[in-house]
């Protein structure tokens, strides 16, 4: 690609679930559409790790449940498969410090989580081929947005683009923060955008895979709830086809300036507590800190609560005269911060656009 000034009608920024999405969802309107995408990898929060091996490790999303019922309508037509995430009928549970952990019955689950069968990059890679091969640029975070007349100036560190349209899908907290506009968009917009949570944003996973899923044995499943942490969940990661196993967790966001070895010494220690010493024969620690991720999260200037001004009524309005909607998950109004909120967001975008 050179430098010239290239015109589409649709731009988006991002090539996380909801771009992808609306992408697909207007691949056959009157529109030219483009994706810029500032990663070298598509799906933003979702992150398979050992996709091209069959081994996925979701650092990202990982669940849904029929409520979603958008996404599962998407999954059909992609023709993709779920399985339900083993849960087992009972969990480790450390209630606090000075007790020892102890096995506590799990209610039944009326609706059950279920994962991806091959992993969740399998809707990202399915999307994109349905797109033209030109339609994404990656590489290519957006930096300015400039209204000019009746199109947007979009720039990015070596290239610039114009569009009629300009649909960001970023986090909120993320867009405001990040990207420069001319002219600005209203306080109003920016102070609620900047106490918007973007979900998960401040999150560590981990995972550990094991030549044996040791924690299946004495009528247990691999599912851990502790109080007590570093990690406070963990369930069994094994794939569809139970040819490797692992175990999964949310590890506490606190620890994001620690290094990897320390929270895998954490990680361990803490294992160890309820399965012993088969806890350290590990084969692989994979480990996402999501907060040190420029593309995902930026701190707030004050306290923000989970899921805090998620779906706010400000992000249904357009700006800069109509020429720049809001999108992304935490602008939905159904599920925002899930999958099924990055799906909805892409929905009710492209019925506006396609409507106007
Ligand atoms: C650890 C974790 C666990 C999760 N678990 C679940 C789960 O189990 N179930 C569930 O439903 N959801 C889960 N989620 C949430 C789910 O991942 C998100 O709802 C969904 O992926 C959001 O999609 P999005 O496209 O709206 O945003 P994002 O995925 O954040 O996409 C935004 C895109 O914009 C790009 N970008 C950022 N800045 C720029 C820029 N300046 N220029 C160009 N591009 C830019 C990013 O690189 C990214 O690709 C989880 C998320 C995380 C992080």
Not at 32 to 41: G, L
Not at 52 to 68: C, F, V
Not at 232 to 244: K, P, V
Not at 249 to 262: A, D, L, P, R, V
């Amino acid at each position: 690609m050179n430098n010239s000034i290239i015109t589409n009608d649709i731009t988006i920024i991002g090539a996380g679930l909801s771009g992808l999405t609306l992408a697909y969802l207007l691949k056959d309107s009157k529109y030219t559409v483009r994706i810029i995408e500032a990663r070298n990898r598509l799906g933003g929060r979702i992150l398979t790790k050992g996709y091209n091996s069959n081994k996925p490790i979701e650092m990202g999303a990982t669940w849904l449940g029929n409520q979603h019922t958008q996404c599962i309508a998407l999954l059909e037509k992609l023709e993709l498969e779920v399985f339900n995430q083993k849960i087992g009928d009972q969990a480790i549970y450390e209630a606090i410090s000075t007790s020892p952990p102890y096995l506590a019955k799990l209610p039944p689950n009326p609706q059950p989580s279920m994962r991806l069968r091959g992993g969740t990059e399998q809707i990202l890679q399915a999307l994109a081929k349905k797109l033209n091969s030109n339609t994404i640029i990656r590489n290519q975070p957006v930096v300015r947005l400039t209204e000019i007349n009746d199109i947007i100036k979009i720039e990015t560190p070596d290239h610039t683009f114009t569009s009629n349209i300009v649909v960001s899908t970023l986090p909120p907290n993320l867009l405001v923060s990040t990207i420069e506009m001319s002219p600005s968009l209203p306080q109003s917009f920016i102070d609620l955008a900047k106490a918007t949570h973007t979900w998960m944003g401040e999150s560590i996973k981990i995972a550990l895979t094991y030549s044996e899923p040791f924690w299946r044995s004495n009528n247990l499943s691999g599912t851990i709830m502790s109080n007590v942490g570093p990690i406070g969940e963990m369930y069994d990661h094994s794939n569809y086809e139970e040819s490797f196993f692992a175990l999964k967790g949310f590890f506490s966001g606190n620890y994001f300036s620690i290094t990897k070895e320390q929270r895998l010494a954490m990680v361990i220690g803490q294992l160890q507590k309820y399965y012993g010493h088969q806890a350290e024969k590990f084969l692989h620690y994979e480990e996402k800190v999501w907060r040190n991720e420029p593309y995902t999260f930026v701190p707030y200037n004050d306290h923000v609560l989970p899921h805090q001004n998620n779906g706010h009524d400000i992000f249904q309005n357009s700006f800069l005269n109509g020429k720049l909607i809001i999108g992304g998950t935490e602008t939905s109004q159904r599920y925002p911060g899930y999958m099924e909120g990055a799906i909805h967001s892409a929905h009710t975008i492209a019925k506006k656009i396609i409507l106007t």
